[in-house]
């Protein structure tokens, strides 16, 4: 019989690779349908390229695997300790380069067959993303484009909620800053 691993809370999945050798790979592969698109779009935002994004989603998944395999207490915050590898994979590599490494031809938030207004659209969002200080930038992602609720934020940054509003408060004022001029140009056209 085949279990439904569908049905299983995120916890029971962790709990599962950590114990089960035979039922090991599914539970994993539940995990990664759940969040890898998540995971790999933080990457990719806050890193800015998909070179450096793919390296990093690829390590993040690989330490989260040999952790839970070593794991000898259940996991509470799955996702928020899936992005918690992310984060410090991304800020240990910005912190190793010492440099902004965005390329906007490789950034991309929507799919191949947007209009032209649209990727245009998607180009100065990513500009106003490259604009924010790296603690800005990924606190406005994570909440504002991830949705996570800022006390999973708080638990991943360790930064208190207050913190974290007034850093997204500040985000959303720079990058409206940033936009108003060519939104102003769009709502004219049309």
Same mark, same amino acid.
């Given at each position: 019989?085949?279990?439904?691993?569908?049905?299983?809370?995120?916890?029971?999945?962790?709990? +599962?690779?950590?114990?089960?050798?035979?039922?090991?790979?599914?539970?994993?592969?539940?995990?990664?349908?759940?969040?890898?698109?998540?995971?790999?779009?933080?990457?990719?935002?806050?890193?800015?390229?998909?070179? #450096?994004?793919? &390296?990093?989603?690829?390590?993040?998944?690989?330490?989260?695997?040999?952790?839970?395999?070593?794991?000898?207490?259940?996991?509470?915050?799955?996702?928020?300790?899936?992005?918690?590898?992310?984060?410090?994979?991304?800020?240990?590599?910005?912190? #190793?380069?010492?440099? #902004?490494? +965005?390329?906007?031809? &490789?950034?991309?938030?929507?799919?191949? #067959?947007?209009?032209?207004?649209?990727?245009?659209?998607?180009?100065? $969002?990513?500009?106003?993303?490259?604009?924010? &200080?790296?603690?800005?930038?990924?606190?406005?992602?994570?909440?504002?484009?991830?949705?996570?609720?800022? &006390?999973?934020?708080?638990? $991943?940054?360790?930064?208190?909620?207050?913190?974290?509003?007034?850093?997204?408060?500040?985000?959303?004022?720079? +990058?409206?800053?940033?936009?108003?001029?060519?939104?102003?140009?769009?709502?004219?056209?049309?």
């Amino acid at each position: 019989m085949t279990t439904d691993f569908s049905t299983y809370t995120d916890t029971m999945l962790f709990a +599962v690779i950590s114990q089960s050798a035979e039922q090991r790979e599914r539970a994993f592969a539940e995990l990664y349908a759940r969040y890898g698109q998540k995971v790999y779009l933080y990457c990719t935002k806050v890193m800015g390229n998909r070179h #450096d994004a793919n &390296d990093l989603y690829q390590e993040t998944w690989i330490r989260f695997h040999n952790a839970a395999l070593k794991a000898e207490t259940a996991l509470d915050n799955v996702a928020g300790y899936l992005f918690r590898i992310a984060r410090n994979l991304c800020l240990n590599k910005k912190r #190793d380069a010492k440099k #902004d490494l +965005v390329n906007f031809d &490789d950034f991309s938030f929507g799919s191949i #067959d947007t209009t032209l207004e649209q990727k245009e659209l998607s180009e100065l $969002i990513a500009r106003a993303l490259d604009i924010l &200080d790296d603690d800005y930038r990924e606190c406005f992602v994570l909440h504002e484009i991830e949705g996570m609720p800022y &006390d999973e934020l708080s638990r $991943i940054t360790g930064e208190t909620v207050a913190a974290l509003k007034n850093r997204v408060w500040r985000a959303r004022k720079q +990058v409206r800053e940033f936009l108003s001029p060519f939104l102003h140009e769009y709502t004219e056209r049309h």
